[in-house]
Nanobody, 121 residues
Framework: QVQLVESGGGLVQPGGSLRLSCAAS????????MGWYRQVPGKERELVAQ???????DYADSVKGRFTISRDYAKNTVYLQMNSLKAEDTAVYFC???????????????WGQGTRVTVSS
């Protein structure tokens, strides 16, 4: 019932920018945290940025100063503005939300399908 749908991935040159969006849809009671993770083949999925309900934000050290996470609470949407992109940012980026759906008693993890970001010249 609850879905996270990402958009905005694609091919970008090093030093370029990209903006990812993720919208949570369906019958949602509440959303606590929303964030972005990324994964490359052979590596574990890693946190990129996360926006918590209390307003706190976490960034991976590798993206601090370059990426900015923001959130539109009214639209149940989280964004990731990625600037000064590097080749090592190439990955599949997954939207994540910790939320309660209409059929969820507890907070649960929901994941998007992923959107691929390729940084290459």
């Amino acid at each position: 019932q609850v879905q996270l749908v990402e958009s905005g991935g694609g091919l970008v040159q090093p030093g370029g920018s990209l903006r990812l969006s993720c919208a949570a849809s369906g019958r949602i009671r509440s959303i606590n945290d929303m964030g972005w993770y990324r994964q490359v083949p052979g590596k574990e999925r890693e946190l990129v940025a996360q926006s918590m309900r209390d307003g706190s934000i976490d960034y991976a050290d590798s993206v601090k100063g370059r990426f900015t996470i923001s959130r539109d609470y009214a639209k149940n949407t989280v964004y990731l503005q990625m600037n000064s992109l590097k080749a090592e940012d190439t990955a599949v980026y997954f939207c994540h939300a910790l939320l309660r759906g209409d059929k969820d008693y507890n907070l649960r993890d929901y994941w998007g399908q992923g959107t691929r970001v390729t940084v290459s010249s």
